[in-house]
């Protein structure tokens, strides 16, 4: 059974526009809590819909991969944002210009 709280980190997840990363405490704060990045961590682990949900588009605050990407290990992770065309710098997403803005977190926010 997912909780209400993960259902919404999962919706969330999936309107990361293509090209596009997040940070945990972006979705936390998209599912209503910004102290929930754990919460946002652990849940992604567990993605109940990885061909759906495209989890790899979320990524820490500096930019880097997770650790223990789920689905095949942190280079699986760094490999599929750059086949959407994402930059890595010096071992981290460009989140200057990669990470979702002010106007598409509000669009993405109107649209859960």
Known sequence: MISPTAQKI?????LIPRGKVATYSQIAALAGNCNLRRYVGNALHVNPEPGIIPCHRVVNAKGFCSGSF?????CVQQEKLEAEGIVFVDGHVDMSRFCINEDEFEIIHSNL
């Open 10 to 14: 999962y919706e969330a997840v999936k």
């Open 70 to 74: 789920a689905f095949g290990g942190p």
